[in-house]
């Protein structure tokens, strides 16, 4: 996930984030996340200037709400970013780097991911260092950033040699670089210096791929747990390595690391270091392991470990986490994502964690091809789209995936366990029903369920459920995997362990990958070299389209819409991309995307490119007021070669969403039903608009559709269990945006979920937020104080105060019925804080102290009488 933007959202005029990456500083023995950017200044004389923005964070950077400014470390003269190598750590391939910032004023150290962003990151850096523009005599022996390094095997000066001390435990960290190994050469053909005719070698040896490599099995250990908040109490051993050959790989998931409000609402937690020292400490006793990464979103996180022999072998490594929670933001549920090629063969490892409760099957289907869509991996050549989780060879895939028996009530399942009559249980199992649909895991398989449900225990016992709910037993842990020669050896629970409501699961593969035989690479790359010295490179490269004009009819707000269309190539091989128009900082509008905007092409093959249009709160106003219209060219270019035109049209339909307060106030027929004419004129009305005693028409004292939501709530969910914390349905978020841009609220049919879910987009779409941005410093300097506090939101404009009382009184409700929805002053603080008090654009940087003192503010209207 591209974290840039979030930074972005936070920068004042002529700043602008070139790039960013996530580390975590390292001060003694305190480990703190962080949020690295590197800005780049636009000085009035035409001149330019860098500086690193290191930001705390949320662990799902979206917005730039979700940010706090820690610091500013200028780029200068006396700056430099050094790869540090810790003494009595073993120097070999794999993930973290360590890297030393130094200026004349302070000194700190951070790890970073390995993997191309911090590849990218770095490189950037040094360009903007004075005087540095290139990577020479840069070297990783702590003189300057680490970069891309030559291929394992070749001559290398004795500087560069990685350093070989002896490591203090045998669960050894893989640091550095992704160099080049035996068993990806062509890896090295995707470096942009290669140019053309390289990338041709490189598709070509793709192509012959099983000229020149064999298939050859190793075994792997894919386990689960859902830990349910515990810190480990028992030694996993009994799960991860008793009566087993010695795995060559481990891909260990964990579910509910931490429950606590400040993981669920921010990213550090000590479970995470409590955990993967059990992990470690329970791998396989007779073989040594090296860490090859880990990544965790909240409370979901996965580990991978390769034998140490085996760690040469491993390259491309990239993680990514994708939160399918309220909003999609909040990381409580969603899933987590390891991907590395290993020999010849590229792996994808997802562990995640779906919507809970029996009903939620189809939140649960949502939430897999959230996934399955968003989860995206840098490639090694920045120029090539990014790697979807379908983009791999093989495929693991574990996690608490939620889903239930249906039909059965608790006692006949039980029943039906203690009989161990399994095969009838599992004819009700809601994946095995969403599968056998085709709604989830298509072409994915999972092993015969041998063994009783994983969920729900009495913790510290082998008992069910005796609480008040008295959950149903069902089989919530799994394992499936999707790929070609993969066997399946056990898939098991392990009943011994009992620290959590959850029974661990595993699963071990013999899994069959592609290593190189270096005698056939050889002679491949020979082979291809040859012929392409005989092609002709000098012919000019066309291409033909399939369609150049793309009409978009009724768009609406948060409703994607694609339009695909064929690129074939001629006889010459060509780079295509879609580039800038003249004066345009992209090379489409924002509700627009093309996907992929670059490529490469063969002679006489071909490309499909979707256009995909979506509107959403950045958009959505200007589409509103008629000041952007559904309408662009793009310019489609061909290296060497020449330029495409496209055209694209369509006409969006007005929502409330992303409409200002005051306009809908004077809309008292639904936004659709009005004139563009009407509209436009509203929505471009100054804020203030009723103040000055000017009456247009006779307007309500708040938008209907915020009152159709909220009275809806009200009347329905004061009680509902996570309410503002469970996301609802996409479906259902369309239908109820229908209904209010439509006033045809008596069709309004969605859950309490969803509803909610749409009140928190709708605010969070509003262009002025409910406290005006005018008044955001002065909230900030009188938190603490709630008389100055209420004097402030009476300053508000008479819509604006209107909305925020109104929003106020609905929220006091929900805590009258605390004992039944488990929502606290807190929870709500922390979820309508940074909707309703949003920074102003292009001010100064939230840091964490106002981010705290802007829950504070919203906190008082909550505890005290209004």
Same mark, same amino acid.
Request: aromatic share 10%; charged share 25%; with cysteine.
């Given at each position: 996930?591209?974290?840039?933007?979030?930074?972005?959202?936070?920068?004042?005029?002529?700043? +602008?984030?070139?790039?960013?990456?996530?580390?975590?500083?390292?001060?003694?023995?305190?480990?703190?996340?962080?949020?690295?950017?590197?800005?780049?200044?636009?000085?009035?004389?035409?001149?330019?200037?860098?500086?690193?923005?290191? !930001?705390?964070?949320?662990?799902?950077?979206? *917005?730039?709400?979700?940010?706090?400014?820690?610091?500013?470390?200028?780029?200068?003269?006396?700056?430099?970013?050094?790869?540090?190598? =810790?003494?009595?750590?073993?120097?070999?391939?794999?993930?973290?780097?360590?890297?030393?910032?130094?200026?004349?004023?302070?000194?700190?150290?951070?790890?970073?991911?390995?993997?191309?962003?911090?590849?990218?990151?770095?490189?950037?850096?040094?360009?903007?260092?004075?005087?540095?523009?290139?990577?020479?005599?840069?070297?990783?022996?702590?003189?300057?950033?680490?970069?891309?390094?030559?291929?394992?095997?070749?001559? &290398?000066?004795?500087?560069? %040699?990685?350093?070989?001390?002896?490591?203090?435990?045998?669960?050894?960290?893989?640091?550095?670089?992704?160099?080049?190994?035996?068993?990806?050469?062509?890896?090295?053909?995707?470096?942009? &210096?290669?140019?053309?005719?390289?990338?041709?070698? $490189?598709?070509?040896?793709?192509? &012959?791929?099983?000229?020149?490599?064999?298939?050859?099995?190793?075994?792997?250990?894919?386990?689960?747990?859902?830990?349910?908040?515990?810190?480990?109490?028992?030694?996993?051993?009994?799960?991860?390595?008793?009566?087993?050959?010695?795995?060559?790989?481990?891909?260990?998931?964990?579910?509910?690391?931490?429950?606590?409000?400040?993981?669920?609402?921010?990213?550090?937690?000590?479970?995470?270091?409590?955990?993967?020292?059990?992990?470690?400490?329970?791998?396989?006793?007779?073989?040594?392991?090296?860490?090859?990464?880990?990544?965790?979103?909240?409370?979901?996180?996965?580990?991978?470990?390769?034998? %140490?022999?085996?760690?040469? +072998?491993?390259?491309?490594?990239?993680?990514? *986490?994708?939160?399918?929670?309220?909003?999609?933001?909040?990381?409580?549920?969603?899933?987590?994502?390891?991907?590395?090629?290993?020999?010849?063969?590229?792996?994808?490892?997802?562990?995640?964690?779906?919507?809970?409760?029996? #009903?939620?099957?189809?939140?649960?289907?949502?939430?897999?091809?959230?996934?399955?869509?968003?989860?995206?991996?840098?490639?090694?050549?920045?120029?090539?789209?990014?790697?979807?989780?379908?983009?791999?060879?093989?495929?693991?895939?574990?996690?608490?995936?939620? +889903?239930?028996?249906? #039909?059965?009530?608790?006692?006949?399942?039980?029943?039906?366990?203690?009989?161990?009559?399994?095969?009838?249980?599992?004819?009700?199992?809601?994946? @095995?029903?969403?599968?056998?649909?085709?709604?989830?895991?298509?072409?994915?398989?999972?092993?015969?369920?041998?063994?009783?449900?994983?969920?729900?225990?009495?913790?510290?016992?082998?008992?069910?459920?005796?609480?008040?709910?008295?959950?149903?037993?069902?089989?919530?842990?799994?394992?499936?995997?999707?790929?070609?020669?993969?066997?399946?050896?056990?898939?098991?629970?392990?009943?011994?362990?009992?620290?959590?409501?959850?029974?661990?699961?595993? /699963?071990?593969?013999?899994?069959?990958?592609?290593?190189?035989?270096?005698?056939?690479?050889? $002679?491949?790359?020979?082979?291809?070299?040859?012929?392409?010295?005989?092609?002709?490179?000098?012919?000019?490269?066309?291409?033909?389209?399939?369609?150049?004009?793309?009409?978009?009819?009724?768009? @609406?707000?948060?409703?994607?819409?694609?339009?695909?269309?064929?690129?074939?190539?001629?006889?010459?091989?060509?780079?295509?991309?879609?580039?800038?128009?003249?004066?345009?900082?992209?090379?489409? @509008?924002?509700?627009?995307?093309?996907?992929?905007?670059?490529?490469?092409?063969?002679?006489?093959?071909?490309?499909?490119?979707?256009?995909?249009?979506?509107?959403?709160? *950045?958009?959505?106003?200007?589409?509103? /007021?008629?000041?952007?219209?559904?309408?662009?060219?793009?310019?489609?270019?061909?290296?060497?070669?020449?330029?495409?035109?496209?055209?694209?049209?369509?006409?969006?339909?007005?929502?409330?969403?992303?409409?200002?307060?005051?306009?809908?106030?004077?809309?008292?027929?639904?936004?659709?039903?009005?004139?563009?004419? *009407?509209?436009?004129?509203?929505?471009?009305? =100054?804020?203030?608009?009723?103040?000055?005693?000017?009456?247009?028409?006779?307007?309500?004292?708040?938008?209907?559709?915020?009152?159709?939501?909220?009275?809806?709530?009200?009347?329905?969910?004061? %009680?509902?269990?996570?309410?503002?914390?469970? =996301?609802?349905?996409?479906?259902?978020?369309?239908?109820?945006?229908?209904?209010?841009?439509?006033?045809?609220?008596?069709?309004?049919?969605?859950?309490?979920?969803?509803?909610?879910?749409?009140?928190?987009?709708?605010?969070?779409?509003?262009?002025?937020?409910?406290?005006?941005?005018?008044?955001?410093?002065?909230?900030?300097?009188?938190?603490?104080?709630?008389?100055?506090?209420? %004097?402030?939101? /009476?300053?508000?404009?008479?819509?604006?105060?209107?909305?925020?009382? !109104?929003?106020?009184?609905?929220?006091?409700?929900?805590?009258?019925?605390?004992? &039944?929805?488990?929502?606290?002053?807190?929870?709500?603080? /922390?979820?309508?804080?940074?909707?309703?008090?949003?920074?102003?654009?292009?001010?100064?940087?939230?840091?964490?102290?106002?981010?705290?003192?802007?829950?504070?503010?919203?906190?008082?209207?909550?505890?005290?009488?209004?």
């Amino acid at each position: 996930m591209d974290q840039s933007v979030a930074i972005q959202e936070t920068l004042a005029e002529r700043e +602008y984030c070139v790039i960013a990456v996530q580390g975590v500083l390292c001060e003694g023995d305190s480990r703190q996340s962080r949020l690295l950017g590197l800005v780049r200044y636009h000085l009035e004389h035409g001149g330019q200037e860098h500086a690193l923005f290191l !930001y705390t964070h949320r662990r799902m950077a979206i *917005t730039g709400d979700d940010v706090s400014l820690d610091q500013i470390v200028p780029v200068s003269r006396d700056f430099t970013l050094e790869e540090v190598s =810790p003494d009595g750590e073993l120097y070999i391939l794999g993930s973290d780097v360590t890297v030393q910032l130094d200026t004349g004023e302070l000194s700190l150290v951070f790890q970073l991911p390995f993997g191309s962003q911090t590849r990218m990151f770095l490189h950037e850096v040094a360009r903007a260092c004075p005087g540095g523009s290139n990577f020479d005599g840069l070297r990783p022996n702590g003189k300057g950033v680490p970069m891309d390094q030559s291929s394992r095997g070749q001559d &290398k000066p004795e500087s560069l %040699q990685p350093r070989q001390n002896k490591s203090k435990s045998e669960i050894i960290d893989m640091v550095r670089s992704s160099t080049i190994t035996v068993s990806d050469k062509a890896h090295i053909l995707s470096m942009q &210096k290669f140019g053309l005719r390289d990338t041709i070698v $490189k598709s070509h040896l793709l192509q &012959k791929e099983e000229d020149y490599t064999y298939i050859q099995n190793f075994r792997f250990f894919v386990g689960t747990y859902n830990v349910n908040g515990q810190s480990p109490k028992e030694c996993l051993r009994l799960w991860l390595s008793n009566g087993i050959q010695a795995p060559d790989v481990y891909c260990v998931g964990f579910q509910e690391l931490d429950l606590s409000k400040e993981a669920f609402f921010f990213h550090d937690t000590p479970k995470e270091e409590e955990w993967f020292k059990a992990v470690s400490e329970g791998l396989h006793p007779d073989v040594k392991y090296a860490k090859v990464k880990l990544i965790r979103l909240v409370g979901i996180m996965l580990l991978l470990y390769v034998k %140490q022999e085996h760690a040469a +072998y491993i390259s491309e490594v990239e993680a990514e *986490t994708v939160g399918t929670g309220i909003m999609g933001r909040m990381g409580n549920k969603g899933g987590v994502a390891i991907r590395f090629q290993f020999h010849n063969t590229s792996i994808c490892v997802v562990n995640s964690h779906l919507a809970a409760h029996i #009903e939620e099957y189809e939140r649960r289907n949502q939430d897999y091809k959230d996934i399955c869509s968003r989860m995206q991996f840098c490639q090694p050549d920045p120029s090539l789209p990014p790697l979807t989780i379908s983009n791999h060879d093989v495929i693991l895939w574990l996690g608490d995936l939620n +889903y239930r028996i249906e #039909e059965l009530d608790v006692e006949k399942v039980k029943k039906l366990i203690e009989e161990k009559d399994f095969q009838v249980l599992y004819a009700y199992d809601q994946l @095995k029903i969403q599968v056998a649909a085709k709604t989830v895991f298509e072409g994915f398989t999972e092993g015969e369920l041998t063994f009783q449900p994983t969920y729900k225990y009495d913790t510290g016992s082998d008992d069910w459920d005796t609480s008040e709910k008295c959950r149903a037993p069902a089989w919530c842990d799994r394992i499936l995997w999707k790929g070609k020669n993969i066997t399946q050896l056990s898939y098991q629970s392990h009943m011994a362990l009992k620290t959590s409501d959850h029974k661990p699961v595993s /699963s071990v593969f013999d899994i069959g990958v592609r290593v190189v035989n270096d005698e056939l690479y050889r $002679k491949t790359l020979e082979e291809i070299v040859r012929s392409l010295d005989k092609m002709e490179n000098a012919n000019i490269p066309s291409v033909s389209l399939s369609k150049r004009e793309f009409c978009f009819q009724n768009v @609406k707000y948060m409703q994607l819409k694609v339009e695909s269309f064929t690129i074939h190539n001629g006889q010459v091989p060509c780079h295509f991309e879609f580039i800038n128009k003249p004066d345009e900082e992209s090379y489409c @509008k924002q509700w627009l995307n093309a996907n992929p905007s670059r490529g490469f092409l063969l002679p006489d093959s071909d490309v499909e490119i979707e256009l995909e249009l979506f509107v959403n709160k *950045t958009t959505a106003t200007k589409l509103n /007021s008629g000041e952007d219209k559904i309408e662009d060219i793009l310019v489609l270019h061909l290296d060497r070669g020449k330029d495409y035109f496209l055209s694209v049209s369509g006409n969006y339909l007005p929502s409330c969403f992303g409409s200002p307060i005051h306009t809908l106030c004077y809309m008292r027929e639904p936004i659709l039903d009005l004139p563009l004419e *009407t509209i436009s004129e509203l929505t471009l009305m =100054p804020v203030w608009t009723g103040d000055d005693g000017s009456q247009l028409e006779s307007p309500m004292e708040i938008p209907k559709e915020l009152w159709m939501m909220v009275d809806y709530l009200y009347r329905n969910a004061v %009680q509902q269990e996570d309410l503002f914390q469970q =996301p609802g349905l996409r479906s259902e978020f369309e239908h109820i945006r229908d209904c209010l841009d439509t006033g045809m609220i008596d069709n309004l049919s969605a859950s309490n979920h969803s509803v909610a879910e749409a009140l928190l987009l709708f605010l969070e779409s509003l262009p002025e937020p409910v406290i005006c941005y005018s008044t955001y410093h002065n909230c900030l300097e009188c938190s603490g104080n709630y008389t100055a506090s209420k %004097q402030v939101i /009476s300053t508000l404009p008479i819509f604006h105060k209107n909305v925020f009382h !109104y929003l106020m009184a609905f929220l006091r409700e929900l805590l009258k019925n605390s004992a &039944k929805n488990h929502l606290d002053e807190n929870i709500l603080a /922390s979820i309508f804080g940074s909707l309703l008090l949003r920074n102003p654009a292009g001010h100064q940087k939230l840091d964490m102290t106002e981010k705290k003192k802007a829950q504070e503010f919203i906190h008082q209207f909550l505890c005290n009488p209004l």
